[in-house]
């Protein structure tokens, strides 16, 4: 059974996935943002030992219009810094 790993699981496109994913019987993984969020590196490091996944489906980010124009810096930080704590810690834990 393959393994999937889906940040942002609990927004509308994550639930989707995680849905679709399910019926073609993944093992399918993801947290809530208080309990794996990617702006946190050692959070990222316990998802992924936790999860060993096979595939991994990056969905978390901000995408509220408003919040992100009234706070720029977290929206950077959730969006592009995110992302890139998300692809080290791959390369570090999955082959």
């Known amino acids: 059974m393959a393994r999937a790993l889906i940040t ?3 927004g509308q496109d994550g639930s ?22 990617v702006t946190n590196p050692e959070s990222l490091r316990v998802a992924l030992q936790q999860s060993q996944p096979d595939e991994i489906y990056h969905l978390a980010a901000q995408t509220h219009v408003g919040q992100s124009v009234q706070d720029k810096a977290a929206t950077m930080e959730v969006n592009v ?15």
Request: glycine share 10%.
């Open 81 to 95: 810094q995110g992302t890139i704590n998300l692809l080290e810690c791959t390369r570090e834990f999955v082959p």
């Open 16 to 37: 989707y996935l995680k849905e679709l994913l399910t019926g073609k019987r993944y093992a399918v993984h993801g947290w809530k943002r208080d309990e794996c969020d």
């Open 8 to 10: 942002g699981i609990t």
